[in-house]
């Protein structure tokens, strides 16, 4: 079973998650995919930095299988000689019959999600989406999703360049869920930008779809709400976030990207990678 934690508001004893890979969440995994230390991972009014042009990206995120919620129920501190319990903000240590802390970790277990990874208004999106492609490749330090505790699976980066990685989740990429007995499937999205009229509600694999949605106005349909995930700094001891609007909608595609679990679907990802050309068909 894989877990992954997405936290937004998690502080001291209770280590929430959120439903979906938060902002702060992806940027920090392609941070620590490069190699930018935490003393680095911030914004200042010098020179802009490479932590700073992973602002400029905007992420799409399609909800494969949402998972299950499991809370984790930890106790640190129990059982030790005093020396070698918690310390206290005094400086000293707690004492007998007070040395054990209760903390709660939320996961989703058995989520899969696929991600569009964009750059629309950096100077050079085609250099900033190589960098982040080539490091999540090879990355410096493992990658985890959200928390340490939770390495990723083996298929993790898809493709570094397609030409409209937007329009390929709702057409071309297949779902890691089973294949249902009619002929679409509801699924939904998530974005930290809006979706415009031509992405926002129902979806036919007949339309044409633009993956461009920088400026564009919300829909009606979509819900709007507000995250604190926008990373200023990953320092140790002064991480700072802003918040920012999260933009969700939902499609009805086509059944036949559903592709089920394990080999099925490990096919139908190579399928999609590497389409068969007239040349690869039997004479």
């Known amino acids: 079973m894989r877990c992954q934690s997405w936290g937004e508001h998690s502080s001291f004893n ?12 992806l940027i920090g995994l392609i941070a ?11 914004s200042g009014d010098g020179p802009p930095t490479l932590f700073e042009s992973l602002g400029h990206l905007r992420f799409t995120v399609r909800h494969d299988r949402p998972g299950t919620r499991l809370r984790d ?13 918690v310390p206290t903000a005094k400086g000293g240590r707690r004492g007998t019959g007070q040395a054990t ?37 090879a990355p410096h330090w493992p990658p985890y999703l959200g928390r340490r505790s939770c390495p990723p ?11 409209d ?15 249902p007995t009619g002929h679409a499937v509801r699924v939904r999205f998530t974005s930290d930008t809006p979706f415009d009229d031509t992405t926002s509600g129902e979806t036919t694999s007949g ?7 920088a400026g564009a106005v919300p829909s009606a349909r979509d819900a709007v709400t507000s995250l604190n995930d926008d990373p200023v700094r990953f320092t140790p001891q002064n991480r700072a976030y802003r918040t920012r609007p999260s933009y969700t909608t939902s ?18 990802l190579l399928a999609y990678l590497r389409p068969s050309t007239p040349q690869d068909e039997p004479a």
């Open 14 to 25: 209770d280590r929430d998650t959120v439903a979906h890979p938060t902002r702060s969440g």
């Open 32 to 42: 620590s995919a490069l190699g930018i230390p935490r003393h680095e991972a911030t």
């Open 73 to 85: 129920f930890h106790t640190v501190g129990g059982g030790l000689p005093t020396h070698r319990t």
């Open 101 to 137: 802390i209760v903390s709660d970790r939320h996961y989703l277990a058995d989520a899969v999600f696929s991600v569009a990874v964009t750059a629309p208004s950096a100077p050079d999106p085609d250099h900033l989406l190589h960098q982040c492609a080539s490091a999540l490749a």
């Open 153 to 163: 699976g083996t298929v993790f980066l898809l493709a570094a360049r397609r030409d």
């Open 165 to 179: 990685p937007a329009a390929d989740l709702r057409t071309n990429l297949p779902l890691a869920r089973p294949r």
């Open 207 to 213: 339309e044409t779809l633009s993956g461009d949605t």
């Open 251 to 268: 499609h009805s595609l086509p059944a036949g990207l559903c592709a089920g679990y394990g080999p099925a679907y490990l096919d139908a």
